[in-house]
């Protein structure tokens, strides 16, 4: 069955058994958008399945990064209730019996008050990169439209930006 479809299907995220987890803006969902999967058989991706209300709600989770042996999964809630701003990095483990474990923030600092999203995990080297909307910008006199530029290029100005950080997934 194909993933495609006339719904919004994004940010897909593949494990080392080809299994397809994705972002799916469907009526079917809990919410707005919910991340799904599709398992690999056959040579053949198999009809999308929506995760349980361990990670999906009736909000916004979005931008799903799953691990390689698909034992933990990363990814963006919008607004949630325990949430420290717009949109925060969250994480869900499976237990023994291969099911979804309630999500649970990543907390500060990696969220902040601004969206955090698009997860990626280096498994390798313990680093997670993710973007952020985070900023520090004060007002400030620019002496020129150079000065304004090098402002704006660095640091966090509230533009998306990709960071990373030590970050050790027990």
Known sequence: MPINSNLDE????????????FTMDSPEGLGKDDIYLSKWAQ??????????????????EFNAFISKKEDFILFTKYNAEDGHG??????????????????????LPINSKYMEYCPFYDETNGILYFTS????????????????????KNGENGLSKIYGTSFKIE
Do not use: A
């Not at 990095?89 to 499976?94: C, D, F, N």
């Not at 006199?141 to 704006?152: A, E, P, S």
């Open 10 to 21: 994004f940010y897909p995220s593949v494990s080392d058994n080809n299994n397809l987890y």
């Open 86 to 107: 717009s949109g925060d990095l969250y994480i869900s483990k499976k237990d023994v019996d291969g099911n979804w474990q309630k999500s649970t923030n990543l907390g």
């Open 43 to 60: 040579s053949t991706y198999q009809k999308p399945v929506l995760l349980s209300e361990n990670i999906n709600s009736s909000g916004y």
């Open 133 to 152: 909307k985070r900023q520090q910008v004060t007002p400030k006199t620019f002496k020129n439209i150079l000065d304004f530029k090098n402002y704006i």
